[in-house]
């Protein structure tokens, strides 16, 4: 059982949308910070956007900032990232990421999304 799946990449068109979804299982995801990272070929995984346990508090990069939307619903043990208006630059393999101060951190296996037209 693989603790984290990240589902909902594919292709979309600039100026489209595409909801990401992170399904945890095997663990509570209520008590974790999750984390959304993406990586484009050839370059370093970097971080898209975060969201705190209660999901009061959240972080943007610069270059998602206004873009995408970071949320969780923990009465299904899920977390989303809602992208809007997305950049061919936005193309990369996307990872969810769950985070506990003194545990493993939990990461999924990744999911592609590619803005084309």
């Known amino acids: 059982q693989v603790p984290l799946v990240e589902s909902g990449g594919g292709v979309v068109q600039p100026g489209g949308s595409l909801r990401l979804s992170c399904d945890a299982s095997?663990?509570?995801?209520?008590?974790?910070?999750i984390g959304w990272f993406r990586q484009a070929p050839g370059k370093e995984r970097e971080v898209v956007s975060c969201i705190s346990e209660s999901g009061t508090k959240s972080y943007y990069s610069d270059s998602v900032k206004g873009r995408f939307t970071i949320s969780r619903d923990n009465a299904v043990n899920t977390a989303y990232l809602q992208m809007d208006s997305p950049k061919p630059e936005d193309t990369a393999v996307y990872y969810c990421?769950?985070?506990?101060?003194?545990?493993?951190?939990?990461w999924g296996p990744g999911t592609q999304v590619t803005v084309s037209s």
């Open positions: 990421a769950a985070r506990l101060v003194g545990k493993p951190d939990y």
């Open positions: 095997g663990f509570a995801l209520d008590s974790y910070h």
